[in-house]
T-cell receptor, first 114, second 113 residues
Framework: DAGVIQSPRHEVTEMGQEVTLRCKPI?????LFWYRQTMMRGLELLIY????????DSGMPEDRFSAKMPNASFSTLKIQPSEPRDSAVYFC????????????FGDGTRLSIL | GDSVTQMEGPVTLSEEAFLTINCTYT??????LFWYVQYPGEGLQLLLK?????DKGSNKGFEATYRKETTSFHLEKGSVQVSDSAVYFC????????????FGSGTRLLVRP
């Protein structure tokens, strides 16, 4: 079975540019989570969706960050404009909501803002 | 609020040594507990889980027992291998309407040949 698929795996761009990270959750999963991982702050939950609806975005650091889930099989995390301090590994995870189950993680997108 | 506390790393062991990574939690209600492992350059993988008190989760030689009386979920392995070198995360799943995962800070394990 296909796991959570994230793209791109690596992204290097200059500050001020728009960055879009993509995620395809596991088929049948109805909860989707975006995390950010840095050495300084560890794993941080940015936002999560249930049935394509954003439930809690309190972890989104600034208005420069936005996330969407237009359908059950696709989500994006956008940073506009990007800044060097946004450099991190961004993970997407999915799970089923109706029966609490562990989250399954993608391999992440390593983002470097120069 | 809910939280997870893990022992500081790195933990450095020789191959075939016994491993313990401590994890304690604070939570309302009865959360489910998990250990995730992260190998270099990869995402987090579920290692094992326990959903109620006295449950023992096990996988790949690793074990952890859900201890409600001590609010702990320590990870153990009797004989580590070099390939076990990774970062290990303890986590609890909130059993309220959010079903959010609360992670510990992670413990890096380095196993030397």
């Amino acid at each position: 079975d296909a796991g959570v698929i994230q793209s791109p795996r690596h992204e290097v761009t200059e500050m001020g540019q728009e960055v879009t990270l993509r995620c395809k959750p596991i088929s049948g999963h109805n909860s989707l989570f975006w995390y950010r991982q840095t050495m300084m702050r560890g794993l941080e939950l940015l936002i999560y969706f249930n049935n394509n609806v954003p439930i809690d975005d309190s972890g989104m650091p600034e208005d420069r960050f936005s996330a969407k889930m237009p359908n059950a099989s696709f989500s994006t995390l956008k940073i506009q404009p990007s800044e060097p301090r946004d450099s991190a590994v961004y993970f997407c995870a999915s799970s089923t909501f109706t029966a609490p189950q562990p989250q399954h993680f993608g391999d992440g997108t390593r983002l470097s803002i120069l | 609020g809910d939280s997870v506390t893990q022992m500081e790393g790195p933990v450095t062991l020789s191959e075939e040594a016994f491993l313990t990574i401590n994890c304690t939690y604070t939570a309302t209600g009865y959360p489910s507990l998990f250990w995730y492992v992260q190998y270099p350059g990869e995402g987090l993988q579920l290692l094992l889980k326990a959903t109620k008190a006295d449950d023992k989760g096990s996988n790949k030689g690793f074990e952890a027992t859900y201890r409600k009386e001590t609010t702990s979920f320590h990870l153990e392995k009797g004989s580590v291998q070099v390939s076990d070198s990774a970062v290990y995360f303890c986590a609890l799943l909130r059993m309220d309407s959010s079903y959010k995962l609360i992670f510990g800070s992670g413990t890096r394990l380095l196993v030397r040949p």
